[in-house]
């Protein structure tokens, strides 16, 4: 890489950081609803981060079925053509969490999802802000995942900070990190929504 391309590179990083932290501004979580009882998962394709996101709040609401409330999870993608499996990568990364995605089959967001689900939760600025556009009367329970737990001193680019990037097409590393981050992010979600509902399970 010549010392002219790689300075292209890094202006190009800059631009890209200064123009995500301007429009990260734009970008916030509604309040949380005080009875909470599903929520819905949405990506591009669903067949990546939305299903592992479902199937992974399952499983935190099993392993803490003692002190937390039930939840009804689902899933599904802005751009679905028709069903479709994850890749094999996404399969093997979810299993490495204790997740099964081998069943799952995409399928496409529509109106009465939107309307049935109490708390409906983008991966990306971009369909946070596409379905808050689209779907006007649902704003105020249209969230963003990676809002809810931003790393502080991890490195992160204003970019990532907004967005849990799509890791179709990428290597099972990306897979694991991204799926890492959505586990993370629903540990915090949960913790939030006992805490707001002041309804714990929980027993001496």
């Known amino acids: 890489m ?3 391309s790689q300075s292209n590179t890094v202006i190009r990083g800059i631009a890209k950081s200064l123009i995500w932290t301007l429009y990260g501004g734009t970008v916030w979580n509604p309040p949380l609803p005080s009875q909470v009882r599903s929520i819905l998962f949405v990506c591009k394709g669903n067949i990546c981060r939305s299903p592992f996101a479902e199937h992974m709040a399952r499983s935190i609401i099993a392993i803490n079925a003692r002190k937390t409330k039930p939840y009804e999870t689902f899933s599904a993608g802005i751009h679905v053509g028709g069903p479709k499996k994850p890749p094999s990568e996404a399969i093997a990364s979810a299993k490495k969490f204790g997740i099964d995605l081998h069943e799952h089959k995409s399928r496409p967001i529509n109106y009465h999802l939107l309307e049935s689900y109490d708390m409906i939760i983008a991966m990306e600025t971009g369909q946070y802000k596409f379905l808050r556009k ?3 009367e649902f704003e105020k329970k249209i969230y963003l995942l ?3 737990y931003i790393e502080k001193g991890q ?10 990037q799509d890791p179709y097409g990428r290597n099972s590393s990306d897979f694991n990190e991204c799926f890492n981050r959505i586990e993370r992010c629903l540990s915090v979600l949960f913790s939030r929504i006992e805490l707001i509902s002041g309804d714990s399970q929980e027993t001496i």
Do not use: C, M, V, W
């Open 2 to 4: 010549t010392f002219r």
């Open 134 to 136: 689209l779907f006007l």
């Open 146 to 148: 990676p809002l809810f």
């Open 155 to 164: 490195g992160l680019s204003a970019y990532h900070k907004y967005n849990i």
